[in-house]
């Protein structure tokens, strides 16, 4: 599994086609990729410990702003000036609220997986809000990482894979929200990057605040337990790992295709169900071994030097 991250990284330099250029933006997708694909480990701590994955989204990223603010006060300055910097608050805080709420309470390499249908929003959404009409090369290279996908969700009853919880819908939501994340990344590129990372974190703030209010009103999110050093700590530590992989994401998805994107950032499946099957939370079966095979082939087909120069067609790449 470690060398299909390896493979997928050196593959999206080729295929960004900026040589030795896009090693770093590569680099720190996949470590985005790492904290996200970690992650439901400290959030069921949390949750454990009575702290809704809400809360402790929204207490994650309150800390995450306000380290924010300390070091750029004006960062929020820029809202006025670049309204797209809403709807990429909405967006990153939807991710948020979609990813963590569901990897707690679902099974994680389901969860995970659902999530990264992100792939298939991307080609949806690049072409009219970027431009990037997509290859029939990318398409062909697309449809067997779905067909991955597909096949170690698909139940064995012969239908197709659909929803069947919660949780279900909350990665689907989240997968959605954050394909939009990364286009709107892409396209304010030109705004300053405190701002892009100011309009995350404040999405990630009040979206799980707006939810967990919402919640409340349902029952279905019960209030958060008094603080405790036990869950505070963690907390903290989650928040400083999201700060520092959220600038990854914001540095990388500036500097790549939304298509080389959202293809680095699958290594995230493998980072999550390796933890996740390692620590008991998930189970691997024969039909999921299938589905990672064609996602690694895909992974290996973009990676082909070949098709690097007609696939360099991203708006605005660096």
Not at 22 to 39: D, I, Q, T, Y
Not at 40 to 68: E, K, M, N
Not at 92 to 108: E, L, P, S
Not at 202 to 224: C, K, S
Request: include cysteine.
């Amino acid at each position: 599994m470690a060398s299909w991250g390896r493979a997928a990284a050196g593959g999206r330099a080729a295929f960004a086609g900026r040589g030795n250029a896009s090693v770093w933006p590569v680099a720190a997708l996949m470590l985005n990729a790492l904290v996200w694909g970690l992650s439901w480990w400290p959030f069921r701590q949390l949750q454990a410990q009575g702290l809704h994955p809400l809360w402790s989204t929204a207490l994650i990223y309150l800390l995450c702003l306000a380290c924010l603010l300390a070091l750029r006060p004006r960062s929020l300055h820029f809202f006025s000036s670049q309204p797209l910097l809403w709807l990429l608050m909405a967006a990153a805080g939807m991710t948020n609220v979609g990813f963590n709420w569901a990897v707690t309470v679902g099974d994680v390499v389901r969860v995970v997986l659902l999530f990264y249908l992100m792939p298939a929003w991307t080609v949806l959404l690049a072409w009219p809000l970027l431009g990037e009409k997509p290859t029939p090369v990318a398409l062909a290279r697309l449809a067997l990482a779905l067909a991955g996908v597909f096949t170690v969700l698909q139940t064995g009853d012969g239908g197709w894979p659909l929803p069947e919880s919660g949780a279900d819908w909350l990665a689907l939501a989240g997968g959605l929200s954050f394909a939009l994340t990364n286009i709107l990344l892409r396209k304010l590129q030109q705004a300053p990057a405190e701002a892009r990372i100011a309009a995350m974190f404040t999405g990630g703030a009040a979206m799980a605040i707006g939810a967990g209010l919402l919640g409340l009103t349902q029952g279905i999110v019960d209030l958060p337990p008094a603080p405790s050093m036990g869950w505070a700590g963690l907390a903290v530590g989650l928040g400083l790992a999201f700060l520092i992989g959220n600038v990854a994401l914001q540095y990388g998805a500036a500097r790549l295709s939304a298509h080389t994107t959202a293809l680095v950032l699958l290594s995230e499946v493998i980072f999550a169900s390796a933890s996740s099957v390692a620590l008991g939370a998930s189970e691997l079966t024969p039909r999921t071994w299938v589905g990672g095979a064609l996602i690694l082939a895909a992974a290996a087909w973009s990676a082909w030097p070949a098709g690097a120069p007609r696939e360099a067609t991203g708006a605005g790449a660096k």
